[in-house]
């Protein structure tokens, strides 16, 4: 019986530690992407494969790529637990991999920035499986979002509309 | 060399077609960087060994498909993709490749 009291009064530390801590790096992540990412809102970005509004720069295009891991806090895991019993969507997960996408796409804007350019084109976000234990796989183990980035950087005149 | 992950090259003209080029690396992540994630997983938060891994990986991975396209004689690779496999719980393969061309500036 004290056993059961005792690994009750661990999960709830735990869930408690999820939920402040987790909340507070989730919090803390959202707040520095909304911040970098008004600060590059003048990059041009595309997932189209040709080149929009290229002109003639400095120099080549160039391929440039970042990766972000994310990992998920001990509610985020907990909930998702519950909602595989009744189904639904997931929306602990859905922010992770969200945040993930949003911080490998940074980088890679961050990165192009920079080298001096002003625009990527060609934009692919892939889910990188690391041992198998990837958010988007399913399995148990380490819950995380890994995300892999990849652009072409190249220097192109400001759209006009 | 000029590397970029579309099929053509802004400014540049492919005047030559070299073939396929690849490179692929299979890391395996060390059982400290493992406890870390596995602490890291009850407090949320990025996973900075794992985003390393990534990155070395895919580091590796590009040298050894560059230097393939090298041995070609090719002075781009254009349309570069990335894939990665799980080889097991523990190690990750990741996989770079693309197309060896020769460009000259023009249109």
Redesign the interface.
Known sequence: MLELILSAIFTLV?LA??YF???Y??RQ?IASLEAREAALRHMVVTQL???PG?V?GDA????I??????????L??FLASLRYLIGGEVRSFRSLLDRARR?ATLRVLEEAHAAGYNAI??L?L?S??????AAT?GQK????A?I?A???A?QAARPTY | MIVTNTETIAGYRIVEVKGLVQGNTVRAKHAGRDIVAGLKNLVGGELKGYTELLTESRRQAMERMLAQAQQLGANAVVNVRYTTSAVTAGAAELYAYGTAVVVQPGP
């Open positions: 735990l530690l999820g801590a987790g909340g790096h989730e992540h494969r040709s080149y290229w003639p080549p295009p160039r391929l790529v970042a990766e972000a891991v994310i990992g998920s806090d001990f985020k895991t911080e084109c060609n692919r892939d990188a499986d690391i041992g198998g234990n796989s183990g380490t819950v995380m890994a892999l990849s652009a072409t190249y």
